[in-house]
Antibody, heavy 124, light 108 residues
């Protein structure tokens, strides 16, 4: 059973960079069957897709975050990471990493296995 | 691409709950549904319009046609009370993964 676990600081100061890592166990991020991505949820609000990375390094980013966002993968550690720069209070949220099943037919994807989530608060 | 869900749906135990997800020609896309209970991560309950992952009760089913996708929960139980989100992949824009705003299912 594949498991995903987020790690990183729970408190980030405004204007600094939010950095999170997702460690995958029970499977490989080098698999062509999946995307690997991040989704966040501000307190009391709905789900917002942040972005995904494919095993070949291709990335897809939410346009509203693209200028501040980097998602990268480390196959040697079986991890992928999120860096979001110049954060504000609006970036306070629970951040989830998730495996996205990728369709062979049209390359579409959907999150089918989620980490437990980690709360990141942006505050001085 | 915008997905619209009703903010809330209420149903008595043992009855059938239907949660809709509206989008322009959504019937041409694959729709996926997630259940999220308080302080827990979302769980996939229906994928590709109508298929259930292993471990999801048969009471959960889905359909998709025209401009509306529907998640149907039969014989609703108190434990089904949760937020439900629909999701599609939009290959025509940079916003690839689109979620609906979520529906709170209340079991009366």
């Amino acid at each position: 059973q594949m498991q995903l676990q987020e790690s990183g600081p729970g408190l980030v100061k405004p204007s600094e960079t939010l950095s999170l890592t997702c460690t995958v166990s029970g499977g490989s991020i080098s698999s062509s069957s999946y995307y690997w991505g991040w989704i966040r949820q501000p307190p009391g609000k709905g789900l917002e897709w942040i972005g995904t990375i494919y095993y070949n390094g291709n990335t897809y980013y939410n346009p509203s975050l693209k200028s501040r966002l980097t998602i990268s993968g480390d196959t040697s550690k079986n991890q992928f990471s999120l860096n979001l720069s110049s954060v504000t209070a609006a970036d306070t949220a629970v951040y989830y990493c998730a495996r996205h099943f990728r369709s062979y037919y049209d390359s579409s994807g959907y999150p089918d296995n989620w980490g437990q989530g980690t709360l990141v608060t942006v505050s001085s | 691409y915008v997905l619209t869900q009703p903010p809330s749906v209420s149903v008595a135990p043992g009855q059938t709950a239907r949660i809709t997800c509206e989008g322009n020609n959504i019937g041409s896309k694959s729709v996926h549904w997630y259940q999220q209970k308080p302080d827990q991560a979302p769980v996939l309950v229906v994928y590709d319009d109508r298929y259930r992952p292993s471990g999801i009760p048969e009471r959960f089913s889905g359909s998709n046609s025209g401009n509306t996708a529907t998640l149907t929960i039969s014989r609703v139980e108190a434990g089904d009370e949760a937020d439900y989100y629909c999701q599609v992949w939009d290959s025509s824009s940079d916003l690839r993964v689109v979620f609906g705003g979520g529906t709170k299912l209340a079991v009366l």
